[in-house]
């Protein structure tokens, strides 16, 4: 990696002090951890002349219930979510998504929002600047091919965080604000399908966090995600799934997946599932849906249709194991 270009670092302590600065300052970038962007900086991957540090604001860093759910500030630590113990318990999906990102220094500074904000990875875009300057760079920066896809008119970089598809299963929604105002939707409507700009955020706006609404009693939820090694590396594919049963009847399920799209995946159809038993039917109908939905590209070191086989049988296995327990 090389030396990142010159920058100037504030530190608001207010959201409002975040807010102005980001307003007044075209190109600045918000930044917690930093884990996702800092690398991307070192790789000649955008040159921004001010950095907004949002660390010191205490009114993202927190994480409480009520009657409604939960509520978790963007400036929550992923090793903070790995951790807690109501978390663990009652969305323990939340738990294992954040402790499969990265490493343990990693999820100590990584942030819910930096994770929710996580840019789109290719194998032709996560490479050093001399590598992209010699194959005339890509679509999703500098460039004007998709390398992926070459007569194709967009980006197909893969979205590869952990923490969205959880919080979708969850049926979570977002906090966005502006100075001219503030915007509330669900989670999933925060992403489009587009690997050059899969986060809908525009300039000057802020995630604050999301709203976990609170779960029906007996829900079953659990995330899982396939990749290289056993540890650090970004998802091939991921599945969370959440479920509620009634015997050995499926009353509710929903499902996301990431690593596959340009997007974090909310399942369509699987409403037709629900009334159905618990077998094998049911879970090659659930196959299919994902099968049908992803659209996994050659954008990582694995072949396309790999993934996609992988993320129907992970969705399948998981299935099977929260009806099961």
């Not at 500030?73 to 402790?99: C, I, K, M, N, Y």
């Not at 992403?191 to 899969?198: H, R, S, T, V």
Request: hydrophobic fraction near 45%.
């Amino acid at each position: 990696m090389d030396a990142m270009t010159p920058f100037v670092l504030r530190s608001p302590q207010t959201v409002d002090e975040a807010l102005a600065l980001l307003a007044g300052n075209a190109g600045a970038r918000p930044i917690a951890g930093g884990t996702d962007l800092l690398p991307n900086l070192r790789r000649g991957i955008g040159a921004p002349e001010m950095l907004v540090d949002l660390a010191g604001i205490e009114e993202l860093q927190q994480l409480r219930r009520d009657g409604q759910g939960w509520w978790i500030g963007a400036g929550v630590t992923l090793h903070a979510l790995a951790h807690h113990p109501e978390v663990l318990s009652e969305l323990a999906l939340l738990a294992q998504a954040a402790v499969a990102v990265a490493g343990p220094s990693h999820r100590a500074v990584a942030t819910l929002g930096g994770n929710l904000c996580l840019d789109t990875r290719c194998v032709f875009y996560n490479q050093s600047e001399w590598w992209r300057q010699s194959n005339n760079y890509c679509l999703k920066y500098r460039g004007e091919v998709c390398h992926v896809a070459p007569q194709g008119a967009r980006c197909h970089a893969a979205w590869s965080g952990d923490l969205a598809p959880a919080l979708i299963a969850l049926g979570a929604s977002v906090d966005v604000l502006h100075r001219s105002g503030a915007r509330k939707l669900p989670l999933e409507e925060l992403y489009q399908d587009d690997g050059a700009k899969a986060v809908k955020l525009e300039p000057g706006e802020l995630l604050m966090g999301v709203h976990i609404p609170a779960q029906a009693p007996g829900m079953r939820c659990a995330y899982r995600k396939a990749r290289v090694r056993g540890a650090v590396d970004f998802p091939l594919a991921g599945v969370a799934m959440r479920v509620l049963t009634s015997g050995e009847v499926l009353t509710d399920v929903r499902v996301a997946l990431t690593g596959t799209n340009s997007h974090p995946l909310l399942l369509q159809g699987t409403e037709a599932l629900c009334g159905k038993a618990l077998d094998d039917a049911t879970l090659a109908a659930l196959g299919k849906l994902v099968q049908k939905q992803v659209s996994p590209m050659r954008s990582t070191v694995t072949a396309s249709n790999y993934r996609r086989q992988v993320a129907s049988v992970l969705a399948q296995r998981l299935l099977r194991e929260l009806a099961h327990p």
